[in-house]
């Protein structure tokens, strides 16, 4: 067991104490009522298992003191209500059931503003100076009076925390909120006495402070999540970053400072994907030159912390006094209980996919996206319908035979172990990983290793038989199934990529596909063939593979052009945060991509490819091309055990072709209702 001198030894904020040094960062996750903005079970469930989990204490995530400023992207609660009130009293006693202490953030979102859903409204901000995500939606400057009115709005809410019984509130005045924005020369370009010099900049918080004081008293727990850098061109420095987080400190008023070091202009940063390969822990070396300079206040940092030897060591050298973990509890809510008790190898690691939590929550209107989910976490957003993570034993055991060692058969292996089936893995391949040991091939994409590693680590430590090199066909089905004896057949056997260009734009093959210059992604990762010099790559995806493979032959030399029928190429690149790492890197290695545009025939030396609004047709030329379109799921074992009598059931990509996150709930799911 290691040695956590500092990370499970007690730490006061101001007056209340925390058991040890880890915190669950206030963090995006839709779990209030959409519509009334309430608490609801399935919210009380979630923020149950971070407690029961072992974190000192759960930050309620940012919600808004303005009933006519909804929070943009995400639904959170209602904090200008009195009738939020008992819902946070039910999280109160929740968390400290749990002995876990709870504290609410209050917010403005500014020019961040929901005015999708309320329509009759308009961002307001300090000047007329639009959300980077929303540039037509120019804010209303707020008034003299606007500013005292939302002033005391926070006042309320934070009354209205202390009626909750709450252990503290934590004042949100970062990622470009309304707060932030006050403070910050890129947002505030006001000429009166809330603008121009630093202390004008600095009046809004100040006064703000002072009548959220008066409304609490003086013993009630305050801290300030702030922005201490923007890491943008012309945006808040360290150096600044320092002077306001010490200007804070003087006014004596607050109890401890969290450090974030993003606004939305850089939040890959803050949200960093597993491409942008930044180091774990990279906000330490920010936050330590903070705490350095503040002498009254425990200083806290997140950033791609998922360890808690790293966690440990950041508090030891100097870098902060606790942990923010958002993702990294989202992926395993147990991370500190785990860690405390030795079982470091048993942590669900957070691969930085970004696919359940970020996209899900940032991503569409309010409500469609029904929350937040992880990738190694199936439970995650789900806690109300699949209960902890500490599994009771299943009623019935049964013997599951799992085809499929991907990230789908997996997890359905290790859930259905874990509840106390009998399972046993066969897949034809002689590596675990399925279609995820190809992505690991890509630069940069390293990350889902460490997902395979621990679900290999897990079925080894039950003791689960997993049979590699073993091809499941129609003359050896039934001595398998003689041997075996199974009461139910997870069929985990993956997907194809289309050989023909087929997809979903015309939804027949690409003329021209049969030629040998022609292959799949499938075959770029497995090395099955020659690449010419000049490569061109036909992308339908929109996901991480066809830009991962452009970065890949360009690193090597090739001359790379993409043609892809999106505006951008990969779009969900936007909503994972690898845009800025990703497509950055292209521009630098030269590769040429051609958007809204498709292949209307393969030639001997490249493509006949149209804009598809002008169709306008040009050539490209290319010694190879590269199909990554749509994938057909391998559902020929199916048939052979239906024939059998064997019950079976198709998960992941055998059942349809579609993220990682979705295996791993499929597999998850299977497993649970066995």
């Known amino acids: 067991m290691a040695d956590y001198r500092y990370l499970f030894t007690p730490l006061k904020l101001g007056p209340i104490v925390l058991k040890n040094r880890i915190v669950c960062a206030a963090h995006g996750n839709q779990v209030a009522d959409p519509v009334t903005f309430m608490v609801t079970d399935r919210a009380k469930s979630y923020y149950e298992e971070r407690a029961r989990g072992g974190a000192a204490a759960i930050i309620l995530v940012s919600s808004s003191v303005d009933e006519t400023a909804d929070y943009f992207p995400a639904t959170n609660f209602a904090l200008w209500t009195d009738d939020i009130i008992p819902g946070l009293k039910e999280l109160v006693d929740i968390c400290h059931a749990n002995d876990c202490k709870f504290l609410v953030q209050p917010s403005h979102p500014g020019v961040h503003n929901d005015c999708h859903v309320q329509v009759d409204e308009v961002p307001r901000a300090p000047s007329q ?223 930085a996919c970004n696919q359940g939590c970020v996209a899900r929550c940032f991503a569409g209107a309010r409500g469609t996206t029904n929350g937040i989910r992880c990738t190694v976490n199936p439970a995650a957003g789900e806690e109300l319908r699949w209960g902890s993570w500490l599994f009771s034993n299943t009623g019935t055991r049964k013997k599951i035979l799992v085809v499929g060692a991907g990230p789908a058969g997996l997890q359905c292996a290790l859930t259905a172990s874990q509840r106390g089936h009998e399972v046993t893995i066969y897949d034809q391949q002689d590596e675990l990983g399925g279609q995820a040991r190809l992505i690991k091939k890509l630069p940069g994409h390293t990350a889902p290793q ?134 950055g890197k292209l521009d630098m290695l030269g590769v040429q991509i051609h958007p809204d545009t498709w292949v209307k025939e393969i030639t001997p030396t490249g493509a006949t490819c149209f804009n598809m609004f002008s169709f306008r047709e040009f050539e490209l030329a290319a010694d190879t091309v590269v199909l990554t379109t749509m994938k057909y799921s391998q559902t020929d074992l199916y048939a052979l055990f239906d024939k059998e009598g064997i019950e079976c059931h198709l998960i992941g990509d055998a059942k349809a072709p579609r993220w990682i996150w979705n295996a791993t709930h499929d597999g998850f799911k299977l497993a649970w209702e066995a």
């Not at 590699?468 to 039934?478: A, C, F, M, S, V």
């Not at 004896?485 to 979903?504: F, I, K, M, Q």
């Not at 996901?543 to 452009?550: E, K, Q, W």
Request: charged content about 25%; hydrophobic content about 40%.
């Open 129 to 351: 100076i639009p959300a980077v995500e929303y540039p037509n939606l120019v804010p209303k400057e707020l008034t003299k009076k606007e500013i005292v009115e939302i002033q005391d709005k926070f006042a309320r809410a934070a009354g209205r925390c202390v009626a909750a019984g709450v252990d503290g509130i934590e004042l949100m005045c970062g990622h470009e909120k309304l707060t932030w924005a006050f403070l910050a020369p890129l947002s505030n370009k006001r000429t009166d006495e809330y603008g121009g010099s630093l202390e004008n900049r600095f009046r809004f918080m100040g006064e703000m402070l002072e009548k959220v004081r008066r409304e609490t008293g003086d013993d009630f727990p305050i801290g300030l999540r702030l922005n201490i850098t923007e890491l943008e061109n012309g945006g808040m420095t360290l150096e600044e970053g320092i002077q306001i987080a010490k200007m804070f400190e003087a006014t004596g008023k607050l109890d401890w400072l969290g450090c974030v070091m993003a606004t939305y202009r850089s939040m890959p940063f803050e949200l960093s994907p597993f491409c942008a390969n930044l180091e774990p822990g990279w906000g330490g070396e920010f936050s330590r030159n903070i705490k350095a300079e503040i002498k009254k206040m425990p200083v806290s940092v997140s950033g791609k912390i998922t360890d808690p030897g790293l966690a440990e060591n950041m508090i030891a050298e100097g870098a902060c006094d606790y942990v923010y973990l958002a993702r990294t509890l989202i992926a395993d809510p147990h991370f500190p209980r785990k860690a405390m008790q030795g079982k470091e190898d048993d942590i669900a690691p957070c691969i």
């Open 450 to 583: 460490t997902f395979l590693d621990y679900l290999a680590g897990q079925l080894q430590k039950l003791n689960v038989p997993i049979h590699l090199g073993q091809d499941i066909n129609g003359e050896n089905i039934k001595s398998l199934i003689d041997r075996q004896a199974p009461d139910l057949v997870a069929l985990a056997t993956g997907s194809r990529p289309a050989r023909d260009g087929r997809g979903g734009l015309t939804g027949v093959p690409i003329p021209g596909w049969e030629q040998a210059h022609v292959c799949t992604y499938e075959d770029i990762l497995l090395n099955t063939g020659s690449v010419g010099q000049n490569v061109l790559i036909v992308d339908e995806l929109a996901d991480r593979v066809s830009p991962g493979i452009a970065e890949l032959l360009a690193e090597s030399g090739k001359n790379v052009t993409v043609v892809t029928r999106w505006a951008s190429f990969s779009p969900n690149l936007h909503w994972w945060l690898d845009e800025p790492f990703t497509i």
